[in-house]
């Protein structure tokens, strides 16, 4: 994938400068953690959004996961929060996803990988030390106009979510 423009902002397997990346293609903060690992024959990519591809006051989600494998691409924006402010990822996502053009210009350059008529999925998903009831969820959805792929429960002393099992 031809990122070039955002180099500084994608997590390495040594010598990352942004706090968020915990390796390669592992993003963290304060316990929580998730985590994309590719099958063979794929690629993935984890960028840090926030403080890096973003880095105004505007609304933000955390990091984004580029993955691309068996003819399929996806683009999956990660929002990394704690149980009281699980509204406000959706919020986040749903901003970043319909209003940044950084995102939309991430996702081109996934789909350019793909040639032409290249198609990438988007997902949302939130990462959490706290719990969402499915009616919560769909609330959610509907109010800030978003599908969340998936909110995953994470903390310190629990294994590492990983994003592969839902692609």
Not at 11 to 24: D, S, V, Y
Not at 97 to 118: D, N
Not at 126 to 149: A, C
């Amino acid at each position: 994938m031809n990122l070039s423009d955002y180099q500084d902002c994608v997590c390495r397997r040594m010598g990352n400068t942004q706090a968020l990346c915990r390796g390669e293609l592992t993003l963290g903060e304060q316990g929580k953690q998730v985590r994309l690992t590719p099958k063979t024959g794929e690629q993935a990519v984890a960028v840090v959004l926030d403080g890096c591809v973003l880095c105004d006051n505007q609304l933000k989600c955390d990091g984004l996961f580029l993955w691309q494998g068996n003819q399929r691409q996806a683009a999956l924006l990660v929002e990394l929060k704690g149980a009281g402010d699980i509204p406000h990822a959706f919020e986040q996502l749903a901003y970043v996803q319909q209003q940044r053009p950084e995102y939309r210009a991430l996702v081109e350059c996934l789909r350019a990988e793909a040639g032409a008529g290249g198609r990438a999925m988007e997902k949302a998903v939130v990462i959490t030390n706290g719990m969402l009831s499915k009616p919560d969820q769909e609330r959610l959805e509907d109010h800030y106009d978003i599908r969340v792929m998936a909110v995953l429960h994470c903390e310190a002393s629990s294994p590492i979510p990983e994003l592969r099992d839902h692609l």
